[in-house]
Structure formats: structure tokens, C-alpha cells
């Protein structure tokens, strides 16, 4: 019987956790970004049957023209290089959507810097420090409160509510994009996990085990086969810093301190620290595994996410901890490359740590990136529309059924697709990031990036050794007490 996955259903069942933290039943939810919680299993079989023909129908109407009189360039800078598009769904149907949009727009110039997504983030927190963003840019949810004050980004409210696709809109996905009431961004690309271990299952079988265990101490055990194999357990990249946080400890620190606790963070109502003992109990696990353990590959923080990534390629190391964009990266690689390989890699949570008490299967979800416009185009307003076009294009149902109908993918707008049509592979990552586990936000998709740029420099020396968990927590809180009291 044929199955209809619509993308409204997505972002009823990812967004789960984006406007209360993550506290409630089953909900799957924020790439990020990757965040009031609805149960996964009853949006699912609420969704199944709705909007479908909805979000196509008015997707194909919106879609149909574009009425932009502005005739001139528009600077546009974002990372989805074509090295990243390879395999990558958002990126992919992001660079797809922005050449039709110009194709549609002859007499606009799109001016485009592509960075690869390390450099970007550099690049785009310079420019923005020089008051000298470009006309559109993709805002990473830590800056909005942040730039918005500054008055560097465009106060998109009044666009976002007013959109052709307002009706397909999930709202909760806003949230990273909101200051004081006020939307400054389109949620972009395509909602999906930051933390999901990638596992090749006929390892862990020849390990003793049908599939990735479910605790820290099984999988320590199964370390010695692993090594006696000459392999590594788990391979990790933290060279850009953030990965630790994003792709592991923004997920672990849940089984420590329940939902609540990063909902507190975010509000900055006073009623959670970075020092809360639960935090640092979490901070202390990850010191102890990466660097008290053998199971993760020793050159860890040298080693980009890509290097790591290519370990679990080439059969080094019998998983891997990591985003939703390598998922798509390695599926793309193995496909033709590896069959078997291919079919036998599987999808998991970070498994309980033994001292966690609010372990759930938790797996962080989101849209960690919006479209966003430099305030400065608002003195063109011909300009200014143009902007908010290629806005609402690259974010709207011609995305997101692109998206949808080439990966199993959702986005921020409405689009249907058959999910049956997809091979095992693609249905399992499905399942894992949409249906089968509890959703919660990705710490740097909210708060400043000021915050975590301390937690993740000096997480990076803990798990070196160089330094206690307790003085990691305790300086981090010390960069958000100075971020409330801007």
C-alpha cells in the first residue's frame, strides 16, 4: 500500500521541541538547527492524510511567476558549495533553487560568495562585526538576538506572515530566527539531526552484537574486538570545535538534564546554570569517554568532520558520530561504490550513560540556518522585494518538494511525497529522524555565539585533559551571565 509522507507532517513531527524545549511525549524535533511538542506518532498518523494536496497546490501557484521589477546585484553568500551539494539534500536543493530563481530573473545578478561551512561561519561574523553583511546571507539562530539588537538584520515579520506559502509554514521553526517578538529570518535548508551514530551492522554482529548498543558500557566492551581488529570503535572530527557540541554533547547533555533545563538556558530566566551539576555531570562523561576511554580515534580534535567521515567509508572504524548532512554524503558515496557496506549501515542514539537520569532516546533536530536580508537593503525598496522573493523562493514548496521528492526531506513549507518509493537506507534515516526517537534542540542553534564559543574552545581542552569539566562550566556560565546582561 502506497504511503504519503507529507512535509507538513515533518515539521509538525521535527519542530516538535522548537517553542518549549523538548519537554513532552515522543516529539521529534529543530538543522539544527537542525527546534509545544507534539507526539511523534500521532502527528504521524494525523499528517499522513492531511495538506498533502494543500502544500502542492498552493506551492504550484505561488511558485508559478515571479512579479520583481528590481533590475540590478544582489550579493548572496552561503556554504552550499558543490562539494557540499554532493549527496547533501538542503544544499543540493539550495543551489538548485537559487540558479532557477535566477533563471526566472534575468535581469538580476546574483554576486554569490560560497564558502565551505567552516569558513563561512568565520567570514559571516566578520562581516557582520564591519556592519558590511551582504544584501542575503544565511543567519545561524545563535546570532538573531544578538545582530537583530545591533540592527544589522532585516525585520522580516510582516513578509514572513504575509507570504504566498504563510498557510504552509510551520511557525516553531521561527523560533532561532525571533528577537523581542519579531522574525528576522526564513528557516532554510532541511530540518534534520545533528547527532546520529552511523553504524555498519555486520561489524557489531562479528562484535557479538545485532545492532549498536544501547549503553556506553556495551559498547566499551566490544572496544577490544574492535581494536584487536585494528580498528577504531567510533570516529569523531572535532577540528572546527563546534562539532563536539553540536553533534555530541548538545544530544548527551539531555540524558542528564531532562528537557527543562535548555529551555531555562534559552529564556535566561535564572532557573538553570552551565554550572547546574547535572551539566557538569554531562561535560564530565564526554571528558571521560574521549579521553579516558580507547574508543574513539585518538587524533579526534585534528581531524575535520569530513576526515572522520571518510574513516567510516573506508572501513577504519566501525561507527561514526555525526549530522544528517554526512548521512547524505555517505549514502551518495556507498551507494555505487560499496553495496554491501551500503546495506549494512544502520542508524542509532548515542546510547545511556550509566550515571544519566533523564535518559530518553534522544537525537537533536532542527533548522539551525534562515535566509536572512541585511538591514541596509531596506533604503531600495525595488531591491528589498527582490530579496524577499529570493527569500521566500529558496524556502518555499519549490524547495521543499524538491527536497522531499529527491531525499526524504523536510523544510519549513509544505510539499507531499511517497516514501515508499525510497530504498531501505533512505527509509531508516527516516524513521530514525523522524518517527522512531524523541527530538531535541541543538544548543548553538539559540542563545550567542559568544557563549559557545567559550564552551566549545575549552571542551575541546577538556577532552584533551588540559582541563576540568568544572572550570569548563563555570567559565561557559560566565559568558552567559555577560551575554543576559547586554
Not at 548572496?76 to 538548485?96: A, L
Request: charged share 20%; with cysteine.
Amino acid at each position: 500500500m502506497k504511503k504519503k509522507i507529507v512535509s507538513t507532517l515533518l515539521c509538525a513531527a521535527m519542530a516538535a521541541t522548537m517553542l518549549a524545549g523538548c519537554g513532552s511525549n515522543g516529539d521529534a524535533g529543530t538543522d539544527a538547527g537542525t527546534d509545544a511538542n507534539t507526539s511523534t506518532d500521532a502527528g504521524t498518523d494525523a499528517g499522513t492524510d492531511a495538506g498533502t494536496d494543500a502544500g502542492t497546490d498552493a506551492g504550484s501557484d505561488a511558485d508559478a511567476g515571479s512579479d520583481v521589477s528590481y533590475a540590478g546585484n544582489i550579493s548572496i553568500m552561503h556554504f552550499s558549495t558543490s562539494e557540499e551539494s554532493e549527496g547533501n539534500g538542503g544544499s543540493d536543493g539550495f543551489r538548485t533553487c537559487l540558479a532557477k530563481w535566477q533563471e526566472e530573473n534575468p535581469n538580476i545578478t546574483l554576486d554569490e560568495t560560497v564558502l565551505a561551512n567552516g569558513d563561512y561561519k568565520t567570514q559571516i561574523a566578520t562581516l557582520a562585526a564591519a556592519d558590511d553583511l551582504p544584501d542575503v546571507f544565511l543567519l545561524q539562530g545563535m546570532n538573531t538576538i544578538s545582530w537583530a539588537a545591533q540592527g544589522l538584520v532585516y525585520d522580516l515579520t510582516d513578509s514572513i506572515t504575509s507570504s504566498p506559502y504563510a498557510d504552509l509554514y510551520n511557525m516553531d521553526y521561527l523560533v532561532p530566527f525571533t528577537a523581542d517578538g519579531k522574525y528576522y529570518a526564513y528557516p532554510a535548508l532541511t530540518g534534520g539531526t545533528c547527532t546520529v551514530v552511523v553504524y555498519d551492522q555486520s561489524m557489531w554482529q562479528a562484535a557479538g552484537y545485532d545492532s549498536f548498543p544501547t549503553t556506553w558500557a556495551d559498547v566499551e566492551a566490544a572496544d577490544a574486538y574492535f581494536n584487536d581488529q585494528g580498528i577504531d570503535t567510533l570516529a569523531f572530527g572535532n577540528q572546527g570545535q563546534w562539532n563536539l557540541n553540536s553533534c555530541f554533547v548538545s544530544c548527551l547533555g539531555y540524558q542528564y538534564t531532562g528537557t527543562e533545563w535548555f529551555s531555562n538556558i534559552i529564556a535566561g530566566n535564572g532557573e538553570a546554570a552551565f554550572t547546574d551539576p547535572e551539566f557538569v555531570a554531562a561535560l564530565t562523561e564526554t571528558q571521560r569517554l574521549f579521553h579516558d576511554t580507547d574508543l574513539f580515534n585518538k587524533d579526534f580534535n585534528a581531524l575535520t568532520n569530513e576526515d572522520a567521515r571518510e574513516r567510516y567509508i573506508s572501513g577504519d572504524c566501525a561507527a561514526y558520530i555525526c549530522g544528517n548532512w554526512d548521512v547524505s554524503y555517505i549514502q551518495a558515496t556507498l551507494k555505487d561504490s560499496d553495496p554491501d557496506k551500503y546495506n549494512n549501515t544502520k542508524f542509532a542514539v548515542l546510547p545511556q550513560a550509566a550515571d544519566a537520569t533523564k535518559y530518553e532516546k534522544f537525537q537533536n533536530i532542527g533548522l539551525g540556518y534562515g535566509v536572512a536580508i541585511s538591514s541596509k537593503v531596506a533604503d531600495d525598496p525595488e531591491k528589498l522585494a527582490a530579496c524577499i522573493d529570493l527569500a521566500q523562493y529558496l524556502t518555499g514548496t519549490e524547495f521543499s518538494n524538491y527536497v522531499g521528492e529527491n531525499y526524504a526531506l523536510g523544510g519549513f513549507c509544505g510539499s507531499s511525497f511517497d516514501l515508499s518509493k525510497f530504498d531501505q537506507f533512505t527509509q531508516d534515516f527516516y524513521n530514525y529522524s523522524y518517527v522512531d526517537n524523541k527530538g531535541c534542540e541543538i544548543y548553538d542553534s539559540y542563545v550567542d555565539g559568544s557563549v559557545w564559543s567559550v564552551l566549545n574552545t575549552e571542551m575541546q581542552e577538556m577532552v584533551n585533559g588540559d582541563k576540568d569539566p568544572a572550570t569548563v562550566a563555570a567559565d561557559t556560565q560566565a559568558a552567559y551571565e555577560a551575554y543576559l546582561a547586554q
